[in-house]
């Protein structure tokens, strides 16, 4: 199947920095990805809809000042928590559709990135 | 949007006995209803999907059910192994579009050797 990297694999940070998250889809193009977050013993929650080319589109609570997500390349979407605190502790996990037909049956994840802010 | 809701959130069988994990959906627009396991720490992978044009789906021990009129879909497993101990996500969303999968809240599968 198509393989999708994500690094890094866990992050240890102090309050205030920034933490940059790569995703990348290794052996197809990914016109779109999403960026999900997932709290321990709890479900993945979407967080934004990130496409090629254009402004990725936030959830409904997501600060998108906060959760900046750049996808400037066809196999590479960037999320960057910024001035993380310790309630931005969570394992982030991004996914993306394999192929044009933009379909959901064609849908690879990340390994995950685990974050923690002290 | 749509809602998805999963029950129970933690099941503990035997192993040898079979498991059903349910789910509901709410949007009646939804057409694809994929299933994941995922490991502690590990990424979600695809174990089935079914279509809302299909009714019942079956790969070897695993198998989801469908009813599109109720709005709910469960997934079954058979003859249960220790390494199908795992967290299981159903999920919903339309096949295409730019619509992403909606999950459930998932559940923990422990099975007892």
């Known amino acids: 199947g198509a393989v999708v990297s994500q690094h890094p694999s866990w992050v240890i940070c102090k309050s205030g920095t920034s933490v940059k998250i790569e995703c990348r889809s290794l052996d197809f193009q990914a016109t779109t990805m999403f960026w999900y977050r997932q709290f321990p013993k709890q479900s993945l929650m979407l967080m934004a809809t990130?496409?090629?080319?254009?402004?990725?589109?936030?959830e409904q609570g997501v600060e998108k000042d906060k959760f900046l997500i750049n996808h400037a390349s066809l196999t590479l979407s960037t999320l960057t928590v910024t001035s993380a605190h310790p309630e931005d502790s969570s394992f982030y996990i991004c996914?993306?559709?394999?192929?044009?037909?933009?379909?959901?049956?064609?849908?690879?994840f990340g390994s995950g990135t685990q974050l923690s802010v002290l | 949007g749509e809602n998805v809701e999963q029950h129970p959130s933690t099941l503990s069988v035997q192993e040898g006995d079979s498991a059903v994990i349910k789910c509901t959906y709410s949007?009646?627009?939804?057409?694809?209803f994929p299933w994941y396991k995922q490991e502690l720490g590990k990424r979600p992978q695809l174990i089935i999907d079914?279509?809302?044009?299909?009714g019942e789906k079956k790969d070897q021990r695993i198998a989801v059910t469908l009813n599109k009129t109720a709005k709910h879909f469960s997934l079954h497993i058979t003859e249960t192994q220790p390494e199908d101990s795992a967290v299981y996500f159903c999920a919903a969303s339309i096949k295409t579009g730019r619509r992403a999968l909606t999950f459930g809240s998932g559940t923990r599968l422990q099975v007892q050797p």
């Open positions: 990130s496409n090629e080319g254009s402004k990725a589109t936030y």
């Open positions: 949007d009646s627009a939804s057409n694809y």
């Open positions: 079914i279509r809302s044009n299909v």
């Open positions: 996914s993306a559709r394999v192929g044009p037909a933009a379909t959901n049956e064609k849908l690879f």
